[in-house]
């Protein structure tokens, strides 16, 4: 058997490995691109996601970002707290305490679900993203941990100048009617 011809009948080996050389040869004097990244800071895109930072404040546990979770990484307990009537002759009133609030990062896939549903903002990204660990059990952060990560949460951007007034602030301004 002879060696495999291209379309215009000539022997494909020797042409596609000068072609091959040719490509190499071109790359080998270009620049590279490869950031060093221990030695090099890597410039990061502004809102990019690293790790969910928790706001211990704003959290109800309302248990809405665990069960919208398709990984099922995050752990809420909590239990409820009676609340005095603040006036004469008012009702008691109860709400939840967060007792526990743990991610569990080595499951977490990042998909940014919990940060979309939290009705209250008590979950953030963080652009941080070295928090390797030598043992796969450290990568359960607790909430003292996951609120450390608050400090690197970046603002939101500015708001549009252009853009139409929220909702809210539309309805607060508009006049009362008359009854």
Known sequence: MSAPKDKRGRDGI???????????????????????YPHAEPTLPPRSRGVIALLEENCTSCMLCAR?????????????????????????RQRNVLDRFAIDFSLCMYCGICVEVCPFDALFWSPQFEYTEYDLRDLLHEKDRLGEWMATVPPPPALDESAADPAEVTAANRPERGR
Request: negative net charge.
């Open 14 to 36: 020797l042409p596609g490995l000068l072609k091959g050389m040719a490509t190499t040869a071109k790359s080998v004097m270009r620049p590279t691109h490869t950031a060093e």
């Open 68 to 92: 919208e979770c398709p990984d099922w990484c995050i752990y809420i307990d909590s239990h409820k707290e009676t609340i005095p009537a603040t006036t004469e002759g008012g009702r008691d």
